[in-house]
């Protein structure tokens, strides 16, 4: 978020086609959690163009970048790593270590999918488990970002949107981002 | 959770296809995160079949069950409803709110995918939104049993399970369930 050391999401081992709605969730989850920027494989660019035309209606900032090798962003980073896995240290546990050296340097939060090298798991200052069961990244990313930003993520102002949604007990409303006109 | 009133997940709007991983990850964020059972559309079978084979291999209780009409599932619920929804109300304004009822009630948690009827909404006894962003289903469903259960879902105890994960600074490490020799 911003006026913080930086929170960037980076995905691993997308396989095109299969992978292609996991990723976008995965983009789309970084954007409405409070990370900063995704790194996804350019294999996944379809992915990548729906999180930025999410961005462009829903408001940022929020950067969206495609890298030929997400393992070499992983090498290259030049701060914090933590690995999102079912065979790593409870999440409960390691938490607000993870959130107390973010405070003074951008955090690098690698998310898998199949197979993941041993290499990650080396590289990483904390391997984290939300739980060791089976699961979903998507669903380990979003109780990863709300645990370590505590909630405040989820009332993040958003510039630049053509459109918000006004919260509401039941039905839907959306308008203009600048208030101005009712929308739908 | 055992001994507890049932948190039931059903998921609406499955398009065969398009969405089976989707599907899936609902259902295995479903249980991994403390619910008790979750209702899939007959369409989404091998989504279903995943999810049972998960819990034979790492454990329960946890049950999956196929219906024709996941909406007719909604209407005949005798408890409480939450609809996840991201023109809902703000879930941190919320969860105290639906703890508190659920500690006496059972409660079905709706989980939407590309067009929900406005009847749900209607239903619902809390139209909740994780962030007014488009994002996941399965991020959402996430937040949302985290903040449920208040964590305590995270060091649930797993029944007839066949093996199980043993976390670790780094790498793997997995055992047979009843800890008598070591796996990978």
Redesign the interface.
């Known amino acids: 978020m911003e006026g913080e050391p930086e929170v960037r999401v980076v995905r691993l081992g997308h396989r095109p086609g ?1 992978d292609d ?2 990723t976008t ?1 995965v983009g ?2 970084a ?3 409070g990370a900063d920027r995704v790194v996804l494989p350019e294999a996944a660019g379809h992915a990548a163009e729906t999180v930025r035309e ?1 961005t462009g209606r ?1 408001g940022g900032p929020f950067a969206v970048e495609t890298v030929s090798s997400p393992e070499r962003a992983v090498e290259r980073w030049d701060g914090l790593v933590a690995h999102l ?8 546990d390691v938490i607000d270590g993870v959130r107390e050296a973010r405070a003074e340097a951008p955090l690098l939060v690698v998310v898998g999918a199949a197979k993941v090298s ?1 290499d990650v ?2 590289a ?1 200052d904390w ?1 984290v ?8 990244e ?6 990863f970002l ?2 370590l930003f505590e ?1 405040r ?4 102002d ?1 510039r630049d949107a053509e459109r ?11 308008e203009p981002a600048d208030g101005a006109e009712p929308g739908e």
Chains 1, 2 share one sequence.
Request: proline share 5%.
């Open positions: 299969r709605r996991m969730h789309l989850t954007r409405a959690l999410v829903f896995t079912m065979y790593g240290e409870p999440v409960e041993f798991y080396e990483a391997n488990a939300v739980t060791n069961q089976p699961h979903s998507v669903a380990a990313l979003a109780v709300d645990r909630g993520e989820l009332d993040r958003w918000r949604v006004v919260p509401q007990a039941a039905g839907k409303r959306v």
